[in-house]
């Protein structure tokens, strides 16, 4: 099987009657990697969590379609179900419900009835995934993100992510907060996921990432809209002049989501 299309198209979402995303256009393919940068408050986390559905977002004008079938008339779980997956920013901590118990629930969720995944299969999965991420055993019996240090949560997605293995990741800073090694740890598994049945959105702000991670595309947010794409080229420019230059190329004054 080929892998799936995400198509954002004219994306416009506003916030409790303030329009942050003035009309994203991006399509993500199975075997891609996208990095998505730009400047603090330009709608990035925003675009995330409209294409996951986040209840405050409202999507005023444009379209999600996932190979062919419209996003945004899926609840939360369906458009996990239906094989799309977000690392947050800031992760929840779940008080109550342990990480293990939490991963197996989701790949049952996204499984048919009476065909969940065995408990054997499932600890076994588990487990290779904890020493693939050098993540401590304990973990996976400690209620899920409850006290996790910030690099502690950020491999936490990323073993939910090789558990999960959804057709189209976003994946929001996954890189803030690492210390090297884990930037590395959290690198290694990306990579491990890269496949024709595998597409993937990396929000940041470091080419430090992309060092390690090789995007295709590069696109960069500004005023809730992709202004420019490019090849990794982009990214390296940006780390050396910044976005100063794009912004006089474009016109821009203020980069932000203005109100
Ligand atoms: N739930 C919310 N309620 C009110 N305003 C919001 C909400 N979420 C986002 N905004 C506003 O929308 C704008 C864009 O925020 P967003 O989090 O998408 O930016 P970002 O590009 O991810 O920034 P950063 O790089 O700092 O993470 C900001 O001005 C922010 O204050
Ligand atoms: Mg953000």
Redesign the pocket.
């Known amino acids: 099987m080929a892998g799936s299309t995400l198509e954002i198209k004219d994306l416009h979402v506003e916030?409790?009657g303030?329009e942050?995303l003035k009309g994203v256009n991006l399509t993500i393919k199975g075997g891609e990697f996208h990095a998505v940068m730009?400047?603090?408050?330009?709608?990035?986390?925003?675009?995330?969590?409209a294409i996951m559905g986040h209840p405050?977002?409202e999507v005023t004008k444009g379209s999600i379609h996932l190979d062919g079938e419209d996003v945004l008339e899926m609840e939360v779980d369906e458009r996990a179900k239906a094989g799309l997956f977000l690392a947050m920013?800031y992760p929840s901590e779940i008080s109550g419900v342990t990480n293990s118990d939490f991963l197996r629930s989701s790949i049952n969720a996204k499984r048919e009835e009476g065909n969940e995944i065995p408990l054997m299969q499932f600890i076994k999965t588990m487990d290779e995934n904890l020493d693939f991420l050098d993540i401590d055993k304990d973990m996976a019996q400690r209620y899920l993100n409850d006290g996790f240090s910030g690099g502690e949560k950020k491999r936490n997605e990323i073993l939910q992510l090789m558990m999960l293995e959804p057709a189209i990741a976003i994946l929001?800073?996954i890189d803030s907060g690492l210390d090297i090694d884990a930037l590395k740890v959290v690198s290694e598994g990306i990579n491990k996921m890269r496949s024709e049945n595998f597409g993937c959105l990396i929000?940041t702000?470091y080419q430090r990432l992309l060092n390690y991670i090789t995007p295709d595309h590069v696109h960069v947010?500004m005023q809730?809209r992709v202004v420019k794409s490019g090849g990794p080229e982009l990214a390296q420019r940006l780390e050396a002049e910044g976005y100063e230059w794009i912004k006089e190329e474009l016109g821009i004054e203020d980069e932000?989501?203005g109100?």
């Open positions: 916030i409790e303030n942050i730009g400047p603090n408050g330009t709608g990035k986390s925003t675009l995330a969590s405050k977002y920013q929001d800073e929000i702000h947010m809730g932000t989501v109100q």
